[in-house]
């Protein structure tokens, strides 16, 4: 996967941390503020309150709490959003990383290309496939672990079925993948973007849905 195969473009990895491993993007370099930074420091503050003996309770629960918010602090709280288009566009307002998500995704659609979002938690997919099917009027379908390999039903939609019209289909469009899900034998080669808006605990996995 590391050699330049004919036909295939090279890799290129951004990050908004200027660390000299990888190439810097300013859109994704972006700092909390009000009610999400507020959200992520109190969850910070529970770790460090807890009692000696009620540390190993807090901490693994509290780490996916602080990967949670720094998407969007409302799904910690598991407040559902709305499908309203303009209380949409108000909620990626107060989320910084949402808001470097949709510059990316401006981006991209200039270029007319397609990209794949990696996210775990069903939650971070439905709120992401519902902002982004609202402001780029497109049908944005999701790929996990409740997606069909093989349809029981005439209107059911499967994982190679999905990916065949999200290919098919010339220009801009997105698909949101579980990580977990593009690592059961899945490709895709329609899209030549890739976006991890929540980041797996596992780097293999990870490097995989890269790939």
Not at 125 to 143: G, P, R, W
Not at 188 to 196: D, E, F, K, L, S
């Given at each position: 996967k590391e050699d330049n195969l004919r036909g295939l473009p090279a890799k290129r990895i951004f990050t908004g941390v200027d660390d000299h491993r990888n190439q810097y993007m300013p859109a994704l370099s972006a700092f909390m503020s009000g009610q999400q930074l507020q959200s992520y420091n109190d969850v910070i503050s529970v770790v460090q309150s807890a009692a000696t003996e009620d540390k190993r309770q807090v901490v693994l629960p509290s780490l996916l709490k602080l990967k949670l918010t720094s998407i969007h602090h409302d799904l910690l709280a598991e407040k559902s959003f709305s499908h309203l288009s303009h209380e949409l566009a108000k909620k990626a307002e107060q989320s910084c990383k949402i808001q470097s998500l949709l510059s990316l995704l401006e981006d991209i659609k200039r270029r007319n290309e397609k990209v794949l979002?990696?996210?775990?938690?069903?939650?971070?997919?439905?709120?992401?496939?519902?902002?982004?099917?609202?402001?780029?009027?497109?049908?944005?379908?999701?790929?996990n672990g409740e997606?069909?390999?093989?349809?029981?039903?005439?209107d059911e939609a499967t994982r190679k079925g999905i990916i065949d019209k999200f290919q098919s289909q010339p220009g801009f469009d997105v698909l949101i993948m579980s990580p977990v899900a593009a690592g059961v034998g899945l490709t895709?080669?329609?899209?030549?973007?890739?976006?991890?808006l929540e980041r797996h605990w596992n780097p293999a996995k990870e490097a995989q849905a890269t790939d």
């Open positions: 979002i990696f996210a775990t938690s069903k939650s971070v997919q439905a709120f992401v496939s519902t902002l982004i099917t609202q402001k780029f009027k497109i049908f944005v379908q999701t790929i997606t069909k390999a093989v349809s029981n039903k005439k895709v080669t329609g899209a030549n973007n890739v976006i991890h």
